[in-house]
């Protein structure tokens, strides 16, 4: 009975493993070839699988792009580091997209392509599917930073995120600067300047807002 469900347990485990396996294939091919250069059956044929194991674990080439792009959210809402809580608002927004981008900066390239691809016009099926990656993106930054205003401020800052955000990756995808510097000093400015402005707008209502950060 022991080793029946030690060999359950190891399915899972092994699985898990071959599917990081062909996801860092993808990622290392994409590199020396290009993202559009890339099919499933030179995948397959690079990860050393058929293309049906491999279509367990990815339908399609969109769906390696998915995962990747799953995982840096996973990184972006990992326990965050001691004092974190400390940090004010806008130090903690920008904390908290920043381990977004700083997770799929060792394939910065690759990763616009991946999104370039997903927004080419013949890919509309694509285009519904990112409207609601982007929506739950912000919605959990949002979380995860300590935002818990509701009705119109609410609505007020999640727009003002996603616009944020969307500029900020356009930035990142072309940024050749070290570590994207340029990059990360565009957002801290432009989070600067949300703040100053969302603060006259609470101001204007007479009201205020007191934001609790998440504990780490």
């Not at 432009?190 to 204007?204: K, P, S």
């Amino acid at each position: 009975m022991g080793a029946k469900r030690a060999r359950r347990a190891a399915k899972p485990e092994a699985a898990g493993q071959e599917s990081m396996h062909i996801l860092e294939t993808a990622l290392s091919a994409a590199e020396n070839r290009g993202w559009g250069n890339l099919s499933l059956v030179d995948l397959a044929h690079d990860a050393g699988v058929t293309v049906l194991e491999l279509r367990r674990y990815y339908p399609d080439l969109n769906g390696v792009a998915d995962v990747w792009f799953a995982l840096a959210l996973d990184a972006m809402l990992a326990p965050t580091a001691r004092g974190y809580d400390r940090l004010n608002t806008t130090e903690r927004l920008e904390t908290m997209i920043w381990r977004w981008f700083n997770f799929l900066a060792p394939h910065r390239e690759v990763s616009a392509d991946m999104l370039r691809t997903k927004m080419h016009a013949p890919h509309l099926h694509h285009w519904v599917p990112m409207v609601f990656d982007l929506s739950r993106l912000v919605q959990l930054w949002r979380d995860g930073a300590g935002l818990r205003a509701q009705g119109r401020q609410r609505q007020v800052e999640e727009i003002g995120l996603t616009t944020i955000f969307l500029v900020t990756l356009a930035d990142w995808c072309n940024d050749d600067s070290d570590a994207q510097e340029m990059t990360r000093a565009r957002l801290s400015a432009r989070l600067a300047r949300a703040d100053r402005f969302m603060a006259a707008v609470i101001r204007a209502r007479g009201g205020g807002n007191s934001v609790n950060p998440p504990k780490p």
